[in-house]
Nanobody, 120 residues
Framework: VQLQASGGGLVQAGGSLRLSCAASGRIFSINAMGWYRQAPGKQREMVAQFTSGGRTNYADSVKGRFTISRDNAKKTVTLQMNSPKPEDTAVYFC???????????????WGQGTLVTVSS
């Protein structure tokens, strides 16, 4: 299973940016799927995710600014980042819990990360 993230780059504060993540490989079902980020010198943190129960969770710091969406048929998840702030600068990682067969165990996977830089 591979998670391919795209869409990172440089954006001005107050602008907008969209990140996309596509899952491929031997996939029977995708349970939880979402985005994490890691800023320099900080721990990796959850940004936005779909839980295995279908709910969405957001970090308090991005609520009202970022929106996560998914396309189950295409096995993609998208993070729309509106009004980003310099403190949103980080490497963003796609993450998913995937089952590769009907009876297979659920495994957690990480994408390669995409850098988002927000200029002030």
């Amino acid at each position: 299973v591979q998670l391919q993230a795209s869409g990172g780059g440089l954006v001005q504060a107050g602008g907008s940016l969209r990140l996309s993540c596509a899952a491929s490989g031997r996939i029977f079902s995708i349970n939880a799927m979402g985005w994490y980020r890691q800023a320099p010198g900080k721990q990796r943190e959850m940004v936005a995710q779909f839980t295995s129960g279908g709910r969405t969770n957001y970090a308090d710091s991005v609520k009202g600014r970022f929106t996560i969406s998914r396309d189950n048929a295409k096995k993609t998840v998208t993070l729309q980042m509106n009004s980003p702030k310099p403190e949103d600068t980080a490497v963003y990682f796609c993450n998913a819990d995937v089952s590769s067969s009907l009876v297979g165990a659920v495994r957690n996977y990480w994408g390669q990360g995409t850098l988002v830089t927000v200029s002030s």
